[in-house]
């Protein structure tokens, strides 16, 4: 009987060990079975490998021996005890990228479709270890367990992207291996390498010099901008990213954006003027003249020592943002398009699009473009088209048999600040903040053919810096400031991209992708990783004659918050937050998320916007794109309790406070607990105007301490992309 007992008393421990340690994978896999017990790394811990598998193993051998300290054997099919077991089997797993992952007392084993597979199922392993598996310094007092589990996993998607932009901003090869790396740890395949623009050509060209002698510098004296890769450089820069399964995709954008290009050899424009490289950002209207022969041996010469250093089957030409102002009177362009028979100048970019697409296809090579290579004239190949300014160019493309991918400012350019929160750094601003909620809102199954549709691809530009000086570099003291700043606004934003283009998207959920990313800041921190600190999450406020009462969660798992109630900029000594606290106006109160002293988020920024709507009575509830399911009504429910505070007449107003779109209500309906008390059923929206926006029920059974909640009926005006807050007032 004592036996039992014991027994009985270590199994409920064993329950309270499992859930004590959470699981907060990102992205979020298929399946992941919870097991009792864990791995720990000891001395004796080995990896053990399936031939072919080497690369793979000696990765995952040089970050476990740098964070533990251990030297960690290696072996080519070699069985040993407490190993960790790297294999290959497409049969046991049969999608491409695929794996299975079991982590038991005694061993844990990979098995990959492919290598690839083997390669996502250590990133996956790695977020089961504490953080400090990711720095590369040991932690000796440090246990590096990890939970058992089962675990089944594959992509969504095969394109899973990110674009840097090193053109209009230089950063060294350094950098650009430490973004593969962290793009790696989140499951990202594709780099598009942004190489050229008009500020600034980036490869090495050894038969035409003068591309990175001249059009690599802008300025003069001590702020000359620029810098390039030599092909050495590149060569290392694609052999660590296939280490790391990221296939490295060059973009040799034309016939726009590559002013740098003319500017070392005027011959290649149209009008032969020589201008300089410029050091301030604008879309240049010299584009490469396609009457020249001399630039169609120029592209052919380029492109093909282009793919010799990058093995990867697709190569990006660019192809957006071209004013054709100079061809439509260069005589030599002109001639071209009547012997082509084409009627409009616009058509010789199709042209060209082919001429470089036929190129390509001799040497096994996909080309790759900006939406506007499949809107062009018709193509003789198929090509890849990154929609970026509008979704249904995606569908365009599809619909003409081309591929697609699925990269929309609007959810996607992380060169958009976050927010609209006073002190965020300088950033872009022809289109809304973008938020990590609106890119984890991107939905990828809605446009054109699934199977022509690849995936997701998010963008840094850094053309920022040269919209003045205020960002660039002081190379006198040794700064990292642009790398800081690429990093601020890449992260946590790639994270919710990761999710986007890894998981299924029915089974994607925004309040679980927080409830996750609250851990992953600590491997950032260990990944020496800069990111936006993001400001206390505002859980409830509630406003009574007393003032306004915030109760505030934390955003970042295990760090402090502090706040002021006098208006003023909270600092790390400022007083911490533990309970609900009260002022008198919002504006007193601010709140910031520390990490650590000089890594702390910005204050919580609170718009007056809801002082203005103060006549429509107390805020009850805000809503956002995921409360809204789409363009069909649905309900969107949410609690009243507090805000109906006896029998009387209520009005409830609907108020529109940004997106892209208004919400359209149909009705909505009071309810006490689960009883309907009041209904009022007529259409109404809010958005850019509003009408009928306001509905009034009637309560004449009210019980103090009964929960109520509104059930609203909603859409959004085509889509989700709608906020906005609900008010209640007590009219009788």
């Not at 001395?43 to 000696?58: D, F, H, N, V, W």
């Not at 590149?234 to 954008?253: C, G, L, S, T, W």
């Not at 699934?450 to 570099?473: N, P, R, Y």
């Not at 505030?552 to 600092?571: F, M, Q």
Request: hydrophobic fraction near 35%; proline fraction near 4%; include cysteine.
């Amino acid at each position: 009987m004592k036996k039992v007992i014991i027994m009985a008393i270590l199994s409920i421990i064993g329950v309270l060990n499992l859930s004590a340690k959470e699981i907060n994978l990102i992205p979020q896999p298929i399946s992941v079975e919870r097991m009792s017990g864990e791995f720990v790394i000891t001395e004796k811990t080995s990896i053990q490998y399936q031939s072919g598998l080497e690369k793979e193993a000696t990765y995952l051998q040089e970050l476990l021996e740098a964070s533990t300290g251990f030297d960690i054997e290696t072996s080519e099919g070699k069985k040993t005890k407490r190993a960790i077991v790297l294999s290959v089997d497409s049969v046991r797993v049969a999608t491409t990228e695929g794996y299975e992952l079991i982590v038991s007392d005694n061993s844990i084993v990979i098995c990959g479709a492919d290598n690839a597979g083997v390669f996502y199922g250590i990133q996956t392993l790695l977020q089961l270890f504490p953080p400090e598996v990711y720095n590369n310094v040991t932690s000796k007092d440090i246990e590096f367990s990890a939970p058992a589990v089962a675990i089944t996993d594959a992509p969504t998607f095969k394109w899973r992207g990110m674009m840097l932009d090193v053109a209009r901003y230089f950063y060294d090869k350094e950098f650009v291996k430490k973004y593969i790396d962290m793009m790696s740890m989140y499951k990202l395949n594709k780099l598009q390498l942004h190489l050229i623009d008009d500020s600034g050509w980036r490869l090495e060209i050894k038969k035409y010099p003068r591309l990175t002698e001249i059009g690599a510098w802008g300025g003069e004296g001590p702020t000359r901008l620029g810098g390039y890769y030599t092909q050495e450089d590149i060569k290392e820069i694609v052999a660590y990213a296939a280490v790391r399964n990221v296939d490295v995709i060059p973009e040799i954008a034309f016939p726009a954006h590559m002013l740098c290009a003319i500017v070392a050899y005027p011959e290649l424009g149209c009008t032969g003027i020589q201008h300089e490289v410029p050091i301030q950002h604008f879309i240049s209207r010299d584009l490469l003249c396609i009457g020249n022969e001399k630039s169609i041996q120029f592209l052919e010469d380029v492109l093909e020592e282009t793919i010799a250093l990058f093995p990867s089957k697709y190569i990006n030409i660019g192809g957006d943002e071209a004013v054709y102002t100079n061809w439509e009177k260069c005589p030599k362009c002109q001639a071209v398009r009547k012997e082509q028979g084409l009627k409009k100048t616009s058509e010789l970019q199709g042209y060209l699009t082919n001429l470089v697409s036929n190129m390509m296809k001799k040497h096994g090579r996909t080309v790759v473009g900006w939406q506007e290579i499949a809107q062009r004239g018709k193509l003789d190949n198929q090509v890849v088209s990154i929609a970026w300014t509008n979704l249904k160019y995606a569908k365009d493309a599809t619909d003409k048999g081309h591929f697609t991918v699925l990269c929309p400012a609007s959810h996607m350019y992380f060169d958009f600040p976050e927010g609209r929160t006073p002190g965020e750094p300088k950033a872009a601003t022809w289109m809304p903040p973008i938020s990590v909620e609106k890119c984890y809102s991107l939905k990828v199954g809605d446009y054109g053919s699934k199977e022509l549709t690849l995936g997701v691809q998010g963008a840094f530009w850094s053309d920022i810096f040269i919209h003045g000086t205020t960002l660039q570099e002081i190379y006198s003291i040794n700064e990292n400031r642009s790398e800081n700043y690429a990093e601020y606004l890449t992260f946590p934003r790639l994270l919710a991209l990761s999710e986007v283009g890894w998981s299924v998207e029915g089974e994607r959920d925004y309040d679980s992708f927080t409830d996750r990313l609250k851990h992953h800041y600590v491997k950032l921190d260990n990944k020496d990783c800069n990111y936006r600190v993001p400001e206390p999450y505002i859980s409830e406020v509630e406003v009574s004659e007393e003032g306004v009462e915030f109760t505030l969660e934390e955003s970042v798992a295990d760090a402090k918050i502090v706040y002021t109630t006098d208006g003023t900029y909270p600092n790390p000594h400022s007083t911490e937050y533990t309970e609900p606290v009260t002022v008198e106006n919002t504006s007193d109160f601010k709140a910031i998320t520390i990490v650590t002293n000089r890594h702390v988020s910005l204050p919580i920024h609170i718009e007056e916007k809801y002082a203005d709507f103060k006549k429509y009575g107390e805020l009850s509830a805000e809503w956002k794109p995921k409360d809204i399911k789409g363009a069909e009504f649905a309900t969107w429910k949410f609690e009243a309790t507090g805000k109906i505070a006896g029998n009387g007449t209520y009005e409830i107003t609907f108020v529109y406070t940004g997106g892209e779109r208004r919400l359209d209500i149909e009705d909505v309906k009071l309810f006490k607990r689960d009883e309907l008390v009041g209904e009022d059923v007529h259409t109404g929206y809010t958005g850019g105007s509003s009408k009928n926006n306001t509905y009034t029920v009637k309560v004449d059974s009210f019980e103090a301490g009964t929960p109520f909640f509104i059930e609203a009926n909603v859409r959004g005006d085509l889509s989700n992309d709608s906020y906005g807050a609900v008010f209640i007032r007590k009219v009788k």
